[in-house]
């Protein structure tokens, strides 16, 4: 499938997704939106394919928030309209998908930015990096998951402080909060957001897509059931078997 918005490379076991509209920060329209979400599609269904890694062009910004232009004159039902498109047309699909997918942060991740990589299961950022919600700024909420994400994330303290003060924090302080995993030069940012995901990718798929619905519930009061519930179908299922074959044999699991 070809794309406008986004540029997609596989390589090995991994893919990248490359929001590419630097002329407006990498700003989030709703082709973008809809060109991240049909590539998660194509990727999911790629069997090849281990690990997602979803970054934006250039080394200023990850996502500049969304593209106010295109809601500007929207009124409460168009709003509340664009706003669950997006949960469900992306920003669900990306935390609940059966792949790890990585935000490797370059830079601006400003309102909807940050909300995409909220979504994600993993972040990593560049030195450059500044994170924030302004939509008060606004006169507005983040309406992609950042009321409900960020406070998961960070505390609900320190999300409070960080929505209503619409203050941007730079990398540093987002690893020390936990928004981010890792902090790194802008130019070694994607080359570590790759040995990660290749990490990642060695391990076994299945297991991973069950810990991926696992934890997403882990604030919930089906935490620990479905923990349970998953564990055992493992038992089932081909993968266990390499592993602990692998195990016992004293050799690396071929997955």
Do not use: W
Request: charged share 25%; with cysteine.
């Amino acid at each position: 499938m070809s794309y406008e918005n986004i540029l997609l490379e596989k390589e090995d076991r991994l893919a990248v997704v490359t929001i590419n509209r630097p002329q407006s920060l990498n700003a989030l329209n709703a082709k973008t939106i809809q060109e991240i979400s049909s590539a998660m599609d194509e990727l999911n269904a790629d069997q090849s394919c281990r690990a997602i890694i979803i970054t934006g062009s250039g080394e200023k910004s990850f996502v500049a928030g969304a593209d106010i232009k295109e809601f500007s004159d929207f009124g409460q039902e168009k709003a509340e309209e664009l706003a669950r498109n997006g949960h469900n047309t992306l920003f669900n699909k990306i935390e609940n998908t059966s792949k790890p997918v990585i935000a490797a942060v370059n830079g601006f991740a400003l309102g909807g930015g940050l909300e995409l990589a909220m979504a994600c299961h993993i972040r990593y950022a560049s030195e450059n990096a500044r994170l924030g919600l302004p939509e008060v700024t606004l006169g507005l909420i983040p309406g992609y998951g950042g009321t409900q994400r960020l406070p998961k994330l960070v505390g609900k303290g320190i999300a409070n402080e960080m929505i209503f003060s619409a203050k941007m924090i730079p990398a540093q302080k987002a690893k020390e909060i936990g928004l981010v995993n890792e902090v790194y030069p802008v130019e070694e940012l994607l080359t570590k957001t790759k040995e990660l995901a290749s990490i990642i990718a060695s391990n076994s798929p299945m297991a991973i897509s069950k810990a991926i619905q696992a934890v997403n519930l882990s604030d919930t009061d089906k935490g620990f059931e479905s923990e349970i519930k998953y564990f055992g179908e493992l038992f089932e299922m081909n993968d266990k078997k390499e592993g602990v074959n692998a195990f016992l044999e004293k050799r690396k699991p071929n997955f």
